[in-house]
């Protein structure tokens, strides 16, 4: 069971024992050392790494780090957001002991996820992690709610050609194609039984649309652990495929033109141990507070696409007829909408039944990323909104005047017009708080900058191997 409690200066009652008992065992397994992961405002997973004696001292007191990272952008070039961005002050990175896991794919590392406090002790306002703990938390105090969520993983893998930087795919043959999983044999097989010794139950990975692309989805877990869990699979992955000398990449658009990567987040909402999305009185068996719950999601979706989807690259990939969701509708089992929604095979709703969110990348901050979804479905609870009008089919097929009719909004093409939304939208900029709000405001319109007036294809190269 998850404590997903804050870190306490000098340690939480029982920490230190934990630590010890810990560092002991890893060092029979003949782990050295010890990566301590958090993932930034712009997507990009930052560690510092320490030597397994070393656990003890950090679990009480935390390993230094700045806060520069909240601002930094994905190229590591730094913008300004309040005090955000600074070269001053320092914050403690704090391993969450009940998530540590020991590496398969990195012989002799283990991993952990951080919380990241100031060095007074307090929550620091920019830590995403800290932001998904307090959401859940509040939900479960205001609503009784917990939930479910997973983030599935696509990625393209590449073969590591010199120094070029081109995209070349590792395998051939057409999608979802049989060659692909045969000339990827020995790579998938060791990464099923890393992450399988890392305990993470994956449910299937199949090759993906485009050449070289592989998905892989892992069963629900409570978003904290969700969030963990796509950094360290992503890790794996990554380890993986760098002992067979393969290179990976999760950005939402590895070239431009295609179709890129998804990282779609399936959410579930539940009281005391029942499904609210299943056995309701609502369409599809929707609950009332299902219902609210993805209306919620829908109404807030421009907004979100500024957290959910944060880079330039982000907007490459969210174009209609790829399966990215790239409009601001529902449908159940509908793959171009924003919010498809997932009954399960008959008999197994209760357990199966959730909302699917598309236009999410892997380019997300995971936890900034679930905490907006959760805001927004909890506003259209709180709010008691009901959906619109079920969207089936490819939205693309509407004129202008017809989608009008039917209430389709294009989600945002551009960052920067994602910006615009999300400043419009209190709801989730007070969720955040006004140093969180603002580090996401500061970044994105930095990474807009940063490539403003360059070709879809230069684009797509410069965030290509940042992901
Ligand atoms: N690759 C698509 C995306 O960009 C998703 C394909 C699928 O539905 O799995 O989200
Ligand atoms: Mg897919």
């Known amino acids: 069971m998850a404590t997903h409690t804050d870190p306490v200066p000098g340690g939480r009652p029982g920490d230190a024992e934990r630590a010890t008992a810990l560092r002991s065992q890893l060092s029979e397994r003949d782990v050295h050392g010890i990566v301590l992961a958090f993932v ?15 656990l003890e001292q950090a679990t009480a007191w935390g390993v230094g780090m700045s806060p520069v990272f909240d601002t930094f952008l994905a190229d590591d070039s730094i913008v300004r957001a309040g005090e955000l961005g600074s070269p001053d002050g320092d914050l403690r990175l704090f ?24 060095q007074e002790g307090e929550r620091h306002p920019a830590c995403a992690r800290t932001f998904l703990r307090r959401v859940v938390a509040d939900a479960g105090r205001q609503h009784g709610l917990t939930f479910e969520a997973a983030i599935e993983i696509e990625w393209m893998i590449g073969l590591r050609s010199g120094t070029d930087d081109r995209f070349v795919p590792a395998t051939s043959g057409p999608a979802y194609g049989a060659t692909r999983q045969i000339e990827l044999s020995d790579y998938v097989v060791e990464l099923l039984a890393a992450l399988a010794a890392q305990g993470v139950d994956v449910e299937q990975v199949h090759p993906e649309y485009a050449a070289g692309q592989f998905e892989v989805s892992v069963g629900p877990l409570d978003p904290v652990d969700a969030a963990d869990r796509s950094v360290l699979v992503r890790q794996t992955i990554r380890a993986v495929a760098a002992n067979h000398g393969l290179r990976v990449s999760f950005a939402p658009a590895v070239t431009a033109g295609g179709v890129g990567n998804g990282g779609h987040v399936h959410l579930s909402a539940w009281r005391d141990g029942t499904n609210l999305h299943s056995g309701g009185s609502r369409r599809y068996g929707m609950t009332a507070e299902a219902e609210s719950f993805a209306a919620g999601l829908l109404a807030h979706m421009l907004a979100l696409t500024a957290v959910t989807a944060p880079s330039p690259a982000s907007y490459l990939r969210l174009r209609p007829s790829r399966w990215a969701g790239a409009f601001a509708v529902w449908g159940r ?44 479905g909890l506003d259209g609870l709180r709010s008691s909104m009901t959906l619109p009008q079920e969207v089936t089919g490819d939205p ?4 202008g005047a017809e989608a009008e009719a039917l209430g389709v909004r294009r989600l945002p093409t551009t960052l920067r017009e994602a910006v615009g939304e999300f400043r ?3 709801t989730l900029r007070e969720a955040l708080g006004p140093v969180l709000a603002d580090a996401v405001t500061a970044v994105r319109l930095g990474e807009a900058d940063a490539v403003a007036g360059l070709e879809d294809e230069s684009v797509a190269a410069a965030y290509r191997w940042v992901y």
Do not use: H, S
Not at 351 to 366: F, H, Q, S, T
Not at 396 to 399: E, L, N, P
């Open 40 to 54: 930034d405002t712009a997507g990009v997973t930052r560690v510092k790494t320490i030597p397994t004696a070393r």
């Open 95 to 118: 391993p969450d002991l009940d998530r540590l896991v020991v590496l398969a794919g990195q012989p002799g590392w283990a991993w952990a996820p951080v919380d990241r406090i100031t």
């Open 333 to 376: 089992e509908t793959r171009e909408a924003a919010v498809r929604v997932i009954t399960g095979t008959t008999g197994r709703g209760g357990r199966a039944a959730n909302l699917e969110v598309k236009p999410v990348d892997l380019a997300a901050n995971p936890y900034l990323a679930l905490g907006c979804l959760l805001v927004a």
């Open 396 to 399: 693309a097929r509407f004129t």
């Open 424 to 426: 419009g939208d209190g």
